[in-house]
């Protein structure tokens, strides 16, 4: 079965925090560059945050930048993004992705396999 699964959504207040958790199974995974991207009502599918294949390297959109983090773990097959200091502006689905290669992107049309997303809500 080949999916991505992400976990740790949920409501929260305005400056709380949560981690967000994605686990591949059925592909490969640590030759792969992944992302974190966002949608909320109304609006278009954004990038949030990208790692290498390595984790050596990572970005993060300006909005994020110093209160988001992404990580990975190619043992266990699994990227991460910790979510500090959040915001009501904040609220939206969170999908996981995996990019063509090592490599991560800007652009979704870079990324090829999709989790079903996460519902993050951030209360004022």
């Known amino acids: 079965q080949v999916q991505l699964v992400e976990s740790g959504g949920g409501l929260v207040q305005a400056g709380g925090s949560l981690r967000l958790s994605c686990a591949a199974s059925?592909?490969?995974?640590?030759?792969?560059?992944m992302g974190w991207f966002r949608q909320a009502p109304g609006k278009e599918r954004e990038f949030v945050a990208g790692i290498s294949w390595g984790g050596g390297r990572t970005s993060y959109a300006d909005s994020v930048l110093g209160r988001f983090t992404i990580s990975r773990d190619n043992a266990k097959k699994s990227v991460y993004l910790q979510m500090n200091s959040l915001k009501p502006e904040d609220t939206a689905v969170y999908y996981c992705?995996?990019?063509?290669?090592?490599?991560?992107?800007?652009?979704?049309?870079?990324?090829?396999?999709w989790g079903q997303g996460t519902q993050v809500t951030v209360s004022s």
């Open positions: 059925g592909m490969p995974f640590s030759s792969y560059a």
């Open positions: 992705a995996r990019a063509r290669g090592g490599t991560h992107d800007y652009s979704p049309d870079y990324y090829n396999y």
